[in-house]
């Protein structure tokens, strides 16, 4: 194999894992400016430069070079209209017969600042830049050789900025959709708890509820390794899980006396029409409707609306139905004053396999434990609660969950 041959070939495979180092977008500008260094000792050229075509501007910018526009030496200056004329991808070589077609301005400038040669660099239509190289400081001349290995290495490094500039424009559309749905996501954040705000002003004495359930909801959610997206989805069925109140009549969600049969048939309608209500939504989280709408079946099956029973409820359901119930148990109701905490966690103890789920009350045990010792920065169920209750009350019923698991 002759030499010539053996430097072309290591020159395409340089470029090659070069142009696979740009693509994964690690650092594009030092990439470009080894792949420059390969083309100039493959060239034997002292000087060299790959300008970048940027379109929104319809400018050509340096992005790599050395020997060009040091200080003391002139300033390489192309400017896109003088280029766009030539064929692409070809090299031309000043002095030579090809250079008849370049114009003045740009033959004064590649000659002031010691250029020698230069390639515009094309994908398909699309105008990506130019490597420009001065001579060969052996005095040799450019070969034909050089020329076609010149194109080769000229095609390679136009895919590679074009990879570049599509990746470049499609961050930046990234970043623009991505501001846009956060900002699309507040709104909606926004309106819903202005929605629960709604619901719960109906009931006077559910102030706040529904914000206080979807944070515990979160809470639990994410003590038991939920990923952030379906936490928000939680989040949003615990705003939203009593919607169907509103069309409750206020006389039986505001009544002192204890609740009647048909007080209680007309109540427990409400996660069936909040489910109907929801319908209707295209939520961007799963199962949010159908969370909202089991949110009072039981692990025993005595709940309600569809009797579900143990693994026909799914966790996100499991989840609401802790949340509402705490909370219910530890405000109070027209009919009834609040159970402290420690009346609450023996509740929960007592209904452990009948109404909640052993896994789910542990973590919100948990949950209640860690923000007793100052474990997390922003307590979530305390600032809701009295403060005179007993730690210990927590570590037994943590005991007795386990003991209660592992049966």
């Not at 017969?97 to 590649?110: A, E, H, I, M, Q």
């Not at 006389?251 to 309608?269: F, G, Y």
């Amino acid at each position: 194999m002759s030499l010539e041959l053996k430097k072309a070939l290591y020159s395409i495979s340089s470029l090659a894992d070069l142009s696979q180092e740009i693509n994964s977008e690690k650092n594009f500008t030092t990439k470009i400016q080894s792949v420059l260094y390969v083309i100039m000792g493959t060239f034997l050229a002292n000087k060299g430069a790959i300008f970048w075509h940027e379109r929104d501007k319809g400018k050509l910018i340096p992005v790599a070079g050395k020997g060009f526009n040091e200080t003391g030496s002139p300033r390489l200056k192309i400017a896109v209209e003088h280029v766009l004329p030539l064929s692409k991808n070809e090299p031309y070589l000043l002095g030579d017969g090809n250079d008849t077609v370049l114009s003045r301005p740009l033959k004064n400038s590649l000659r002031k600042a010691g250029a020698g040669l230069f390639i515009p660099i094309w994908v398909r239509d699309e105008f990506i830049g130019v490597i420009v190289l001065s001579n060969k400081f052996t005095s040799e001349q450019y070969s034909p050789e050089d020329f076609e290995l010149l194109k080769a290495i000229a095609n390679q490094i136009a895919i590679t900025m074009n990879n570049h500039s599509l990746f470049i424009n499609l961050s930046e559309q990234i970043e623009k959709n991505r501001e846009l749905y956060e900002e699309m996501r507040l709104i909606y954040h926004d309106t819903i708890q202005a929605f629960a705000a709604a619901i719960d002003a109906k009931d006077v004495y559910t102030k706040n509820h529904s914000q206080r359930v979807a944070k515990y909801a979160v809470a639990i959610a994410r003590e038991l390794g939920w990923n952030e997206y379906d936490v928000e989805g939680i989040y949003i069925a615990g705003f939203l899980h009593d919607v169907g109140k509103i069309i409750i009549s206020s006389d039986v969600l505001n009544k002192k006396d204890s609740l009647t049969e048909k007080d209680l048939k007309e109540l427990r309608r409400h996660p069936v029409l909040s489910s109907k209500i929801l319908s209707n939504i295209k939520f961007p989280w799963k199962d949010v409707v159908k969370t909202i709408k089991h949110h009072h079946e039981r692990l025993d099956g005595t709940g309600y609306p569809s009797a579900l029973a143990g693994e026909e409820i799914s966790e996100g359901a499991k989840i609401l139905t802790l949340a509402d119930s705490f909370d219910a148990m530890t405000t109070d109701r027209p009919y009834r004053g609040r159970k402290d905490l420690n009346e609450a966690l023996v509740e929960l103890k007592n209904c452990l396999g009948t109404q909640f789920d052993g896994r789910i009350v542990a973590a919100f045990c948990k949950i209640l434990e860690k923000e007793i010792k100052g474990k997390l920065p922003q307590p979530n169920i305390l600032p809701h609660l009295d403060k005179d209750f007993d730690l210990s009350v927590i570590t037994g019923l943590l005991e007795a969950l386990i003991q209660e698991l592992s049966r």
